[in-house]
Structures are given as structure tokens and as C-alpha cells.
């Protein structure tokens, strides 16, 4: 369901660049940019009254879960100091645009990636909540 | 295999184990409420969990249901961002205890105090995201 809302969203897009570096690995400020520009269409989405309103609320949804995921790259950036990155996620952005124009697909699989990693990473952590003696 | 070629052998292989970023990066400065990280992400999963019933209380109205279920997905973001430094924190595997002895004490709190430990995590995991996002952002020229 996730995929299919974020691969709809993509869809919506429309933007130019060249298309760069479509395989590359994605890093911190690679998933922050990707889940921004999500959720930014995600937001755009679930105001759209011509859209149902079951429709809407899924992309609510979705949303919610985009600004979980955010909320964890933001945390792996900040351990890392304070350096200016504007240009890194400048580039990320572009790379985006690129891919929601000409390359949806990767675009879609690298952001699922991006919140694969992040439920990964919370379920290490939530279970080290666990009891160990159960 | 002789001595040094293992030796070499380990340190490439440690090099690259299995995050390197996560033991150099681990978070030193922490939240002001008992438990730090991981009292904060304790408070923002109990939040979490009474602004979801909250959100499906079919008892109250469909703004408050709606104001509940934003908050959450607020909490939630929070939750995240403390989840994430906890797992900066190498080598901790085993929390339970710590966290249940945490969210105990949270428990006996009154409401009011309740609300100033999660603003204070809050304001600690805001403010961070905050600068974050500022170093992400194009500087204007002067």
C-alpha cells in the first residue's frame, strides 16, 4: 500500500534535469531530501478535494509514516556536527527531480528503501526494550 | 595465515563493521528528563500510544480525534528522531530493564509534570531537527 501511494505521488510530478547517478546508493541526506519531497506530495495530495475522500486520508496516512522515517535521518545528520550541506541536499534534489521526470520507478524503490532502513533500525532498537529473560 | 595478514584482515574488516558512522558519531549531549534518549523515546512512545486511543475514541469529536491524530504523527517523528540516537549509542543491546524502571517513574508523575518532561524533550528534538534542517538549506548571499 505504502509503495503504491508513494509510486502514485511520484506519478504527479514533473520536473526536467538530466538524469544522474539513478543507482546510486542513498545516503542520510539522500533519504531526508526524499522524504521531503514525499511528503511535500503527500501534503499537496491530501488537500486535493477531486480526490476521495478514503483516498485522502490514505495519503494522510502515508504522510505520518514519511515524517516518522524523517525524524530518523534527521537524528543520523545531526550526530554527524554541524556542517553546511546545502549543497549535498541541493544535489539530492536535483537528482530527484531528475528521477521523478524520467525515472519514477528508481525514485520509488530508493525512497522504500530509505523507510525500510528506518523500520529496520526501529525495530533493533524497540527490541532492545525486550526482556531478554522471557 | 600469518600474524600481521590477520591482523590487516581485521582491521579492514573492522573498517568497515558494520556501520562505521555509529561508534564515532554516538551523541553526547542528551536531553534534560531522567534517561536521556532513552527516557525521552520512552515518554514519546507512551504519548504516541494515548494520542492513538485518543484519536480513535469514537466518543469525542472528529476535530479532537483529528487534533489527537496529528499530534501523534508528531510524537512520532519525535519518537523517531530519539529511536535513531539510542542507535548511535553502540554496543547497548539491552534496555528493557533501564526502560522499565524509566517509564515506572514517569507513570507516578503528576499530569502537569508529565507534560513538562515530554516539552522538554520535545524542545530538545526540535530544536535540533531545526538546526539540521538549517545546514540543509542554501545560504543567502550577503
Redesign the interface.
Known sequence: MLRHTIAALALVSLASPSLAAAAAPVDDIGCTARLIWFINKGRESAKDTSKTEEARARTYGFVEQMRGALGYYEARIDATGKADRSQAFSAAFTEISALADKDHETLVDQTMTCVSQYEVAEKRVMDSFKSKKD | MNKPAIAATLAVLLSISPSP?IAQ???TETPAVSGGDLGC?VRFMFMGMTLDKAAQDTTKSESARTEA?IA???A?????????????TPT??????E??AIFSGFLKLSTDEMIKEIDLCRDF?RQ??A???Q?????EAK
Open positions: 558512522a558519531n554516538a551523541p523515546a491524530r501523534a504523527a508528531d512520532r517523528r519525535d519518537q523517531a528522531y530519539f529511536l535513531a540516537r539510542l542507535e548511535l547497548k543491546t539491552d534496555r528493557a530493564e526502560g522499565l528534538s535540533h531537527q538546526q539540521v534542517l545546514t540543509l538549506k542554501k545560504k
